[in-house]
Each structure stands twice: as C-alpha cells, then as structure tokens.
C-alpha cells in the first residue's frame, strides 16, 4: 500500500478523548483503565487510529503558514470540492451550490432541524439500534424518541421493518422522522429496495426526513451508500441530509460537517436558524481540511483505507464467530463499527454484561457498553486501528474474557 495503516501512533496527550478520558467519569461511560500489565486499546469512541490523508495536513500546514486568521468566507472551492465528492461519489445529482450548507457538526444540523420542524413534546421516529447521540439530541430537546426495532433476517442482515414504522408514525402523530445511512452501530448499508419502502412509509405519514449519511463513504465491496435523496423525487424534496468528512479522514476535532437541501422551504428554514443563532461559524482550518480531503489524492488515500476497514472487519467478524461461543454478530457492511450480541454467552455462564465489559476493559480492551444503543445485552467496538491492535485485542478477550 501507498499509504501508512499499520503504525501504532501513539495519541496519549493529543487532545485523543478516547485515549485520555480512559478511567475518567466525563460522560459516564468512560471505559475503566486496565489492570497492571496490560496497555489500552481505544475501542469506544468513534474515531480512527490511523493518520488522516496526507494532503489533509498539507492544506492546513499550508494555510497556517499564513500569518492571519480573519473573517472569511467558504471560497468557490469548497463547495466545487463538495459537489464534486458527493457526485462522484455518493452519485448526487444535480447538485448545486446553494444546496450546500455549513453545519457545526452532524449534532448541530440534527437538533437544529429537529427544533425546527416538530415542537416540545412531539414524538420522533428512530430506528433501534440507535445511534446514542441522537437520542441525546432529541430528548435533550424535550422531545420524545419512539423506537422501530431493526431486525435480523435468516441470513443474519439488519433489517427495518416497515409495517412497525408505519403503525408507530400513525399511532403518534409523528411528522419527523431521523434516519441513519450507513447504519451506525449495526453497519448496514441500505440498498436501494429497502430506501424506496422506507420513504413510502414516511410519504404516506407526511414526514420531513433527517438523514445522517456521515458514514456515506465508507462502504465495503459488494455495497454502494445510496444518498437518501437520490431514492426518489419525494425523498429529494423532503430530507435534510447531513453528510461530513470527519469519519472518513478522522477530522472530527475540526468540526466541519455540510447539509445539502434541495428543497428551498426547507433549506430556508435551516439556513435561517443557523445564520440568526450565530452558531454556525465554520473554522478556516476546518474548510481546508475539506479541500485537502476531498482532492484526487485524498479518494486515492480513501480506497486503500477501505481496503483495511474491510479486512478488519471481516478479521474480527470471523474470529467473533469461531472462537467467542454465545456471541454473534452481523459482517459490517460498511462504517469501522461491529456490534457484538452476547445474549447467549451472558445466559450460559450467569455472568452479567456489566461484568463482561468491565473484564475486557481490565485487560485493556476499551469496548462500548451497547445499552446506550438500545442493544440489550450488546457491545460496540470500533475496529478502525491497524490490524496488529484488532488481533491484539481480540487474543486478549479469547485468551482472559470469554475462554479464560
């Protein structure tokens, strides 16, 4: 390969959350610090251990070189960049500038569009098993999250079950709904079919979609990140996408996600918000990150680490499989997250999850309590280090968690 996935780089003291909050009670799911003998492996917060692209640095090493730092505004070509990417991409259509829009993060567009388009006390559709931030978002919002249930078919693939969305949207007057594309934490990268069933049933219930598509670039082989407004000209007119280069190039401590809108009303109602809030003032670091991203370079730097998120998750998925009896799993379609359920495991050995995940966080695995993410007896784990640090981990887990 071209490019460095293999090195262990070490972030301690690097402004790393999910290494320096390890064994700290910030937002109280900190994983504990390991026992004597044993170093951490971040496996919790969803960033990447590996360095960003590196025409990311180059832009922004090139920028500060600049001794100013005014007032600015997007240039020209930050939004060619975002069409171009999303275009060739995602597949976007008839993109236009205007449709683009800055957003202080996936979260800032989320709960500014949810307290844009519903009311304190309205309830709002989510799929479970949910993303943990945007319940956060919409009941720190005094709003009411109404969960549809995914579930797994015969062949062990996350499915959304539209009979259930349908029956909850009317049972509770819901008019909007937020949709995850790619599926965090289960990986799922919808197809096409399932998007077109999808917004019949939010057509039919006359819902304003929210479409968190931040994974949309990180798709296995065999699977293609369908935008939610390329499904038909409803979802076009009646979804505010969210899209950022954050997971992909492991820029999240920059802030810089966009929205495209092409429905004017809606864009409007968004655009207004942010600009009379102020809240949404983007860094000029932030736009060249983006540049240096999204260049010809940066996609090339993108492929080989889809190469390796692959590999990785294929690794863990096959090693969960053939050597954790009790726990499974659905492959990872896509996004650097795998799931685990240990329904099973916890019922065979009488062990509690709680005591399962303070196990692997004393031999320093930094696994994710998957009850945040309505996974009732679950574990996320980010799998987005080099391989070296996936083996590491999971020889770890065999040898003193689940075989000791």
């Given amino acids: 390969m071209k490019y460095d996935f293999t090195s262990i780089i ?12 390890a064994g700290k009670k910030i937002w109280g799911n900190e994983p504990d610090l390991p026992k004597e003998g044993f170093d951490f492996i971040p496996m919790w917060v969803a960033d990447m251990n590996f360095a960003t692209a590196p025409t990311v640095t180059e832009a922004i090493i090139k920028r500060a070189q600049h001794p100013l730092f005014g ?5 020209e070509e930050y939004y060619d960049s975002i069409i ?28 500014s569009a949810v307290e844009i388009f519903s009311s304190p006390g309205d309830k709002i559709l989510l799929h479970s ?49 937020i949709f995850c594309s790619p599926h965090n934490p289960t990986g799922r990268v919808w197809e096409r079919w399932e998007l077109e069933k999808a917004m019949e049933v939010f057509e039919a219930n006359q819902c304003v979609v929210i479409s968190d598509e931040i994974w949309a ?45 092409y429905n004017k009303a809606l ?15 983007m860094n000029v670091f932030s736009m060249h990150a983006l540049l240096g991203a999204y260049s010809p370079e940066g996609e090339t730097w993108t492929e080989e680490l889809l190469q390796v998120l692959e590999g990785n998750s294929r690794y863990a998925y096959e090693y969960v499989r053939d050597h954790f009896n009790g726990v499974s799993a659905a492959m990872p379609q896509g996004t650097y997250m795998i799931f685990l359920d240990c ?37 996320r784990m980010n799998l987005a280090s080099p391989l070296s640090r996936v083996q590491e981990a999971l020889d770890r887990l065999d040898k003193y968690v689940f075989n000791a």
């Avoid at 409803?234 to 810089?256: C, D, H, M, Q």
């Fill in 343 to 379: 329904t099973e495991y916890c019922s065979r050995t009488g062990k509690s999850l709680d005591e399962l995940i303070k196990a692997g966080w004393d031999v320093g695995v930094g696994w994710q309590d998957g009850r945040r993410f309505h996974g009732p007896c679950h574990i």
């Fill in 71 to 75: 007032y600015f505004f997007p240039t």
């Fill in 129 to 177: 098993p949910v993303y943990v931030g945007f319940a956060g978002d919409v009941e720190g919002l005094g709003r009411t999250s109404i969960y549809s249930p995914l579930k797994l078919d015969a062949q062990g693939v996350w499915r959304m079950d539209y009979e259930d969305m349908d029956a909850k949207l009317k049972a509770n007057n819901i008019h909007l709904a």
């Fill in 217 to 261: 670039d990180i798709t296995f082989q065999g699977h293609q990140h369908i935008p939610t407004q390329m499904t038909n000209e409803w979802a076009r007119e009646n979804t505010v996408a969210v899209y950022a280069p954050s997971k992909t190039f492991n820029l999240a401590g920059l802030i810089g996600s966009y929205h495209i809108i």
């Fill in 267 to 281: 864009r409007d109602r968004v655009v207004a918000k942010a600009y009379n809030t102020h809240y949404n003032e």
């Fill in 10 to 21: 070490d972030r301690q003291g690097k402004d790393a959350l999910a290494i320096d909050s």
């Fill in 84 to 111: 171009r990417w999303q275009t060739q991409r995602n597949r976007h259509k008839d993109l236009k500038k205007e449709y683009i829009g800055y957003e202080n993060g996936v979260h800032g567009c989320v709960t």
